[in-house]
């Protein structure tokens, strides 16, 4: 008894470090992103592609298009995005697409950095030096500092802007310059871009959880409730926990017919554990429509109506499902 009391207990202390060390480290790069580029972008370059290899949780946003809805403004944060961008001279219209990643196989927690793309995105020189930023040089590029913050911003020669931390914004030129091995080359990331960008929804997340973390769906949720309004998400939570020891995760949405359609694929460890987790969401689905309808209450109603829309699919170890959140009960703006 005293053994399980002790192993719950440091369960819990390591996710509350996890959480404290990730929200800090997303901190430093929202504090101290965006500085605009002068170049335009290359020509069929994605942002993402400049991601570094690693366990990752790459969130991917169409900003003009979620910067004009108030929904998904709210669903991913925009107002904190739009005063980082203010900081730094960087109108929001500028912005095309923004990629943000957590590197969650760093042991310091600090691998977090933002990539934009935006044609008309101008350099704010003049207002970092103004507020006492600094310069080096790293690999040729010329890097912007903001000193003891420890914020650093670079122009990426395909065009794209990156910030972050010092250290993540040196490995995504690193891949740009040296031939550094991006995210896009790892197979599962490729299978989860394929699932979600089939939906062309205007946000996604993709998550890739190294072998070594035995919780893997305690750190999925963590990755999301940072990068996302998570608590109107409540459902995703749900289907998280149920696919537990996925190798990798990923979902979009965006706006429906009253409503927000969701699409999540999980890559199980194998055939054999895709077809367990397909089971327990359907019989989740199953439960869901068995539900007494007379005086529940209104949130249970929206959660049976939620799981009653959900379709499960298995496509030998991807497991695929879909689902609508009703609008009035997320990401309320």
């Known amino acids: 008894m005293r053994h399980g009391r002790t192993g719950a207990a440091s369960h819990a202390v390591r996710q509350e470090r996890l959480l404290r060390a990730a929200r800090a480290a997303c901190f430093t790069a929202l ?18 592609g400049f991601v570094p290899a690693g366990g990752a949780a790459v969130l991917r946003l169409d900003w003009a298009v979620v910067r004009a809805d108030p929904l998904l403004r709210a669903a991913v944060k925009a107002d904190e995005l739009e005063k980082v961008f203010e900081r730094v001279g960087v109108r929001g219209g500028e912005v095309s697409e923004a990629v943000i990643f957590l590197d969650i196989a760093d042991p310091n927690r600090a691998g977090t950095a933002m990539i934009l793309k935006g044609p008309r995105l101008r350099p704010a020189l003049g207002e970092l030096r103004s507020r006492g930023w600094g310069q080096a040089v ?23 802007v990156v910030a972050g931390t010092r250290a993540t914004v040196e490995r995504v030129i690193a891949v740009e310059s040296a031939g550094a091995r991006s995210i896009v080359a790892d197979e599962k990331f ?8 089939a939906a062309a929804d205007p946000v996604s997340l993709l998550m890739i959880v190294p072998q070594e973390y035995a919780d893997a769906g305690d750190v999925m949720v963590l990755a999301a409730s940072i990068l996302l309004d998570f608590a109107g998400l409540g459902p995703v939570g749900t289907l998280l926990d149920k696919v537990g020891l ?26 054999r ?61």
């Open 31 to 48: 504090a101290f992103a965006f500085a605009p580029a002068a170049v335009r972008a290359a020509p069929g370059r994605a942002p993402s």
């Open 138 to 160: 790293s690999r040729g590029y010329r890097l912007h500092t903001e000193g003891a913050g420890g914020g650093c911003v670079a122009q990426l020669r395909s065009g794209f």
């Open 190 to 197: 490729r299978l989860l871009s394929s699932h979600t960008s």
């Open 246 to 271: 996925a190798r990798g995760v990923g979902f979009s949405f965006g706006r429906g017919r009253g409503g927000v359609p969701l699409s999540l694929v999980a890559l199980m460890r194998d055939e």
């Open 273 to 333: 554990a895709a077809g367990l987790v397909s089971g327990t969401l359907t019989l989740l689905k199953g439960a869901a429509s068995l539900m007494p309808a007379r005086a529940e209450r209104e949130a249970d109603r929206h959660a049976r109506q939620v799981f009653e829309s959900m379709t499960v699919t298995r496509t030998r170890a991807a497991v695929s499902v879909r689902l609508t959140l009703p609008e009035s009960e997320v990401f309320r703006p």
